[in-house]
C-alpha cells in the first residue's frame, strides 16, 4: 500500500531476518510470498547491529539503503533509586553471598541450559557464588529444575519467576554479574539495561553487542559451556576490576544506547526520506 501511495517506509526486522528456531517452514513460506519483497522495496533498511547489515546483504539490499541503529534503553528515573537490598529480601530470603544474573525465557534459544552447565564448574571454584534464573516458565523449565536437583545445587540455584519494572532494576544492580548465554539473538536489550545499572555482562557472540569487550565492560565469549565457565571463573576473580568493568559499561550505554540520543538520529533519517 506504500508503494501504491508512493510514500517511503522504513523496514525494522528486530533480528528475524535471518531463520532460526520454531516454524521454519512457515517463515520460509511467508518469505517467498512477501518477506523478500518487504524487505527489497524499503527506502531504508534499520539494522540494529553490524551483524544484522550483513544479513540484509543476504537479501541482496546495498549499504546506501541500511542504517545501522542499535536499540536503547530509556534514561534512568532518579525519582526511584534502584534497590538491591530490597531485591535480596523479596526474592532470595535475604541471601547475602555474590550471584550470578540470567534475566529472560527459559527457553532453548536464550540458553539457560549452558549457563547452569557452566555454573556447575563455576560452583567448585567458587563455593559461595550463586546462580539466580529471572524469566518466565518455558519449553527448558522442567529439565532445569531436574539438572538443578541431580547436581545437587538447589541451595544455589534459584528460580524467581519473571520479574519486570523495579523489582528487574533492582535485580540488575544487586547482581554481580549479568550472563547472557543466548544461541541466537538480534541485540541484547537486557545487557544494555545492566550496563545502565552499573553491572558487567558476560554475554556470547551471537548477542550482538560485542561492544561490551571494546569497552572492557565484561566478556564476548563462543557460544559453549567450557567458554562461559571459563569466562565466569576469570571475571569472579577480582570483585573491585568486575565492578569498574560494570562502570565503564555504564559510561557506554549512557553516552550511545538512550532513547534520548537515538531518537534524534531515527528523526534525521525520517526528515531526509520525506524530503525526497
Known amino acids: 500500500m506504500a508503494k501504491r501511495l508512493q510514500r517511503p517506509y522504513v523496514y525494522c526486522p528486530a533480528g528475524s531476518l535471518r531463520i532460526f ?25 534499520l539494522a540494529i547491529t553490524e551483524l544484522e547489515r550483513v544479513q540484509f546483504h543476504e537479501y541482496g539490499v546495498p549499504d546506501s539503503r541500511i542504517f545501522l541503529l542499535p536499540n536503547g534503553v530509556h534514561s534512568p528515573d532518579n525519582a526511584s533509586p534502584n534497590d538491591p537490598v530490597r531485591f535480596r529480601k523479596k526474592y532470595t530470603q535475604g541471601m547475602n553471598e555474590p550471584f550470578l544474573l540470567f534475566l529472560g525465557r527459559l527457553s532453548p534459544i536464550k540458553g539457560p541450559d549452558l549457563l ?14 550463586h546462580l539466580v534464573f529471572a524469566g518466565p516458565d518455558a519449553e527448558s523449565s522442567a529439565s532445569l529444575h531436574q539438572q538443578v536437583t541431580a547436581m545437587k545445587l538447589e541451595h544455589r540455584v534459584h528460580f524467581i ?11 540488575l544492580s544487586a547482581a554481580s554479574l549479568l550472563v547472557v548465554p543466548s544461541r541466537q539473538e538480534a541485540m541484547s536489550l537486557v545487557a544494555l539495561e545492566a550496563g545502565l545499572c552499573g553491572t558487567p555482562v558476560l554475554l556470547t557472540n551471537e548477542c550482538g553487542f560485542d561492544a561490551v569487550q571494546t569497552v572492557d565492560g565484561g566478556r564476548v565469549v563462543p557460544v559453549d559451556i567450557e567458554s562461559l565457565a571459563q569466562a565466569m571463573i576469570l571475571l569472579l576473580q577480582d570483585p573491585a576490576e568486575l565492578r569498574h568493568k560494570g562502570q565503564r559499561l555504564q559510561n557506554l550505554i549512557q553516552t550511545h544506547y538512550t532513547w534520548d540520543s537515538l531518537t534524534l538520529r531515527t528523526l534525521a533519517l525520517y526528515r531526509t526520506l520525506i524530503s525526497k
Open 21 to 45: 528456531g520454531r516454524s521454519s517452514i512457515l517463515k520460509r513460506i511467508y518469505n517467498e510470498i512477501c518477506g523478500k519483497r518487504i524487505v527489497l522495496n524499503a527506502d531504508q533498511c
Open 116 to 129: 547452569l552447565s557452566a555454573f556447575k564448574e563455576v560452583s567448585f571454584q567458587y563455593p559461595l557464588v
Open 161 to 171: 519467576g519473571f520479574l519486570s519494572g523495579q523489582d528487574k532494576q533492582d535485580a
